[in-house]
Structures are given as structure tokens and as C-alpha cells.
């Protein structure tokens, strides 16, 4: 008897495994990401991963540090008015660009977009509170098994390769 237990324990995943690698170890369907909004699952129009996000965040941030680096040596602005100025920088350039043209220079440099999910032109209402939650930084770490952030969710888009 001690031997059919011993099997039984070890097709079933253990509780630790359930919990540290989420729900799709405890086998739960999730679905691939952007299905639920009938996205494609490859190529132009799918969400967009992780990693082109992120590298498109970088170079966005880094491009806003450089214009405020430029502005701090012509106005003389101390290391504190530089960084509040960079995040000035970076709010704008991600609330206009991504109204009007629905990326950003580091988006279109890594092949992706925001849209929003009725396929509209995002907007600047939409592009604005969607960029308010980004720069808090904390709602953007959030995501659901769409990839979206709670400031994607917030302006009814959706991060999607180009």
C-alpha cells in the first residue's frame, strides 16, 4: 500500500510547486496571452513580450535622460532639477507620442505599439491616464496573464509587436 501512495504523491505536483511557478503548474488552462481579447497568437497584432517592453522602456528612459543631461548643462539645473526634469521629459514624450502615434521612439525601435482594444487611435485621454499610472512605476509591475499592466488596463490598451 505504502508504494501505490508513494506513486500517487509523486504525479501530483507538490504544493510548493503550485504556488512559486503559478497557476499553469497547478494546471490551470490560462491561455496564451492576448486570447482572451482575440488577438493572434504570433507575428504583427500579438502582445508584445517582456523583453521588447522593457528594452523599450530603457531606451526611452535613457533618451529622456540625455534631452534633461542637455537642458541641465544650458540652464545650469542642479542634479535634483535634472532628474525631476527627466521624468518630466519622459511623461511627455510617452503621453504625446503614444496619443497621436501610439508608440514611442524606444516602442518603434523594438517593434511594438500600443493600441487600444477597440482599435481605435489611443487618444490623448486614454494616453494620459495610462501614462500617469507608468510613472508611478508600481502599477506597471502588475500583470494579468495578458500582459497588460494595471496602466494598460487603466487606458484600455494593449502593448502589440508592430
Known sequence: MSSGKGRQEAARPRWTQTWLSGAGAAGADLGRPGERLG?????SGAVASYGRRLVALFVDWGLSMLVASLL???????????????????????WIL???LGTTIGKRLCGIRVMR????????????ARTALLLLVLPALFWDRDYRGMHDRAG?????NS
Open 117 to 128: 482594444l477597440d482599435g481605435r487611435p489611443v487618444g490623448l485621454g486614454w494616453a494620459l
Open 39 to 43: 488577438l493572434p497568437g504570433g507575428g
Open 72 to 94: 541641465a548643462r544650458q540652464f545650469g539645473w542642479e542634479q535634483a532639477d535634472r532628474s525631476l526634469w527627466t521624468l518630466v521629459i519622459f511623461g511627455a514624450q510617452a
Open 98 to 100: 503614444t496619443a497621436f
Open 156 to 160: 484600455n490598451t494593449v502593448v502589440v
